[in-house]
């Protein structure tokens, strides 16, 4: 009898724990959004250089921000991104800037000449991202892959140099402020491999050396991006 009673009890809490679901059911929301914030650390290296010009110490990039997510099909494995953010970045390299009354002055300089030596910007971002992803309603850990467009206004930009006589740094102005470049960015959950590449110069045009040697660089950026929803 009491196996009869223990039984009798577990079908009836099993039948009642149904009639609950069936008037609590779990809803999905079929129109989910992918926004999120997003962080990244990498690695900048400079294209376009001279012969003599090279890069004597890591130079990083931080960036963070927010992205709007705007789906593209039903099933929403398609969108389209659209944010704004914020990044650092420095270039560490042997040109060294001086300035003077009427402007900059540009020389490279031997890696023993100095202590350190690099351009420095402060850049609010724009990204446009075309986005493919594996998510659906009930799934947060997927596989993506966002490719785009980075549009870039570099609002603060500072050449520093260090020897064994001192530092100095300053704002300089031949930094281009407009800057945009082609991503990528593939993962899977939080953790996802990022790329930049520069379409324009990280200085303006017509900057070169007192000896004619033109300085085009242009900015390819290596490193990790975090998505957080």
Known sequence: MKLLKIGFMCMSSLIMAQEVDQVNPIVLDDK?????????????????????????????????????????????????GIGLGYAANSFYNNVRVTQNEVGFNYAIV??????????????VEMPVQLRWRTSNASEYKFWRLYTGLRLGYVFSGRSKFVDDMGSEAFSNDDIEPFQYGLTVNFGY?????????????????GIQTADGVEINFRVLRVGIMFYIL
């Open 32 to 80: 989910y959004l992918e926004d999120q914030f997003y962080f990244g650390t990498g690695i900048n290296f400079l294209l376009d250089k001279p012969d003599d010009v090279g890069q004597n110490s890591l130079s990083y990039s931080l960036q963070l921000g927010f992205i709007k997510d705007i789906p593209m099909n039903q099933r929403r494995n398609i969108g389209m």
């Open 110 to 123: 031997s890696a023993d000449d100095f202590k350190r030596n690099k351009l420095e910007t402060h850049t």
């Open 189 to 205: 959950n939080t953790l996802n491999l990022h790329a930049y590449y520069g379409l324009n110069r990280l200085l303006k045009q």
